[in-house]
């Protein structure tokens, strides 16, 4: 099973800074790692897939970037809505496998 | 708009029975693979289980297999999850999530989420 680790654990910033979010993988997933974000109370919502994907209705400050082990996700500008906790996916190992998740946290 | 709508949790005892219902809507629900993921109170995402768009597949986590069943009604939208033997580390909310890829992948992204059903296991 591959292991995803995700860091740091929690991510301290102000709105209008930008948030860089790691998700390193125990082996190679190619480019098949997508990055969910979850709200307080709410389900997961997909924001990016293989790696660099904006999935459908995504804003732009969302970007994802990496191969093989090494992942990450840039909001160029955090917006309030923005801080929540976030969680990287891969899909090239059976079984899938979530990382332990990001929270960015308000300043 | 594509919803899924989870229904069926509970407060169960253990080693007792539940079974989780999801209606979907919004989509051609026969054409996906459909995957239920669970969230433990306060932790994170786990993968349970998944089935293919026409049931030909079906795949569990070491978690739960032997235990769970999955299955699917296409004639009805709707995807169910058999939970036997339940143990206290299975209280969770339990999602069902819809695959991105039309009539391919069993591993996801998983692009729609239901808003969860949970399920207690407890004496």
């Known amino acids: 099973e591959i292991v995803l680790t995700q860091s740091p654990a929690t991510l301290s910033l102000s709105p209008g800074e930008r948030a860089t979010l790691s998700c390193r993988a125990s082996q190679t997933v190619t480019i098949y790692l997508a990055w969910y974000q979850q709200k307080p109370g709410q389900a997961p919502r997909l924001l990016i897939f293989d790696a660099s994907n904006r999935a459908a209705g995504i804003p732009a400050r969302f970007s994802g970037s990496g191969s093989g082990t090494d992942f990450t996700l840039t909001i160029s500008s955090l917006e309030p809505e923005d801080f929540a906790v976030y969680y990287c996916q891969q899909r090239n190992n059976w079984p899938p496998t979530f990382g332990g998740g990001t929270k960015v946290e308000l300043k | 708009q594509v919803q899924l709508v989870e229904s069926g949790g509970g407060v169960v005892q253990p080693g007792r029975s539940l079974r989780l219902s999801c209606a979907a809507s919004g989509f051609t629900f026969s054409s996906y693979a459909m995957h239920w993921v669970r969230q433990a109170p306060g932790k994170g995402l786990e993968w349970v289980a998944v089935?293919?768009?026409?049931?030909?597949?079906?795949y569990y986590a070491d978690s739960v297999k032997g235990r769970f069943t999955i299955s699917r009604d296409n004639s009805k939208n709707t995807m169910y999850l058999q939970m036997n033997s339940l143990r206290a580390e299975d209280t969770a909310m339990y999602y069902c999530?819809?695959?991105?890829?039309?009539?391919?992948?069993?591993?996801?992204?998983?692009?729609?989420w239901g808003q969860g059903t949970l399920v207690t296991v407890s004496s």
């Open positions: 999530a819809k695959e991105r890829g039309i009539y391919s992948g069993t591993r996801g992204p998983f692009d729609f």
């Open positions: 089935i293919s768009y026409d049931e030909s597949s079906k």
